[in-house]
């Protein structure tokens, strides 16, 4: 039987190329899945301009609006559910979700972090890689748990840091490794591809990651 496709929720608080990626992707039908809300959590996100852009839902709210961190995370996790979500996909979401609703939503929230995982986490892989001058960086798409940029890693893709190399020219080439690894794993969830045993995510029927 076919799968039914997925909604799918993205939270960002920038740019929003990742969402772009996703969206291109869905639009194309290469993901079986619809970008059917976005999440921000900034005003001035330029993601919400895209969504908007693609006639996708969007909400906006800051922790500012609520009395406290946990109503905030209590209106994110009722309009997922209003909305039927079956993923969420973080993409330059700079918040940390709290351990009840990611219990909630175990297992259906993806993140993409630019760099190799588990070195550079935080929120300047790009740059912290750079600095230290590691000689192969990359992207790691993994699933969320309690603490930050750890949980199960679905793909990973190397990029090398070449001699000539500048931070800018390195967060191009990370932004394009992420544009194209981020839709790929979430075709995978949404054809049910993922078997999880612990920290090992494996993928069957596994497609080759060609450049
Ligand atoms: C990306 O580098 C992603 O890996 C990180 O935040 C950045 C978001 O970029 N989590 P964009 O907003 O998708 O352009």
New binding site residues.
Partial sequence: MKNKRKKIAVF?S??????QALINHSLAKDINGDISIVFSNNPEAY?LKRAANHSIKTYCFSQKDFDSRKDFDRKILELMLINEIDLIC????MLLLNNEFIKEYENRII????SLLPSFKGMH??KDAFEYGVKVTG?TVHFVDSELDHGPIIIQKAVEIGENDTVETLEEK??KT?HFIYPLAIEYFCKDLFEINGRKVSISEREKIED
């Fill in positions: 960002a920038g740019n929003g190329s990742n969402l993601a973080l993409a330059g979401y993140n993409i972090h630019p892989g790009i992207v990370i932004h992420e």
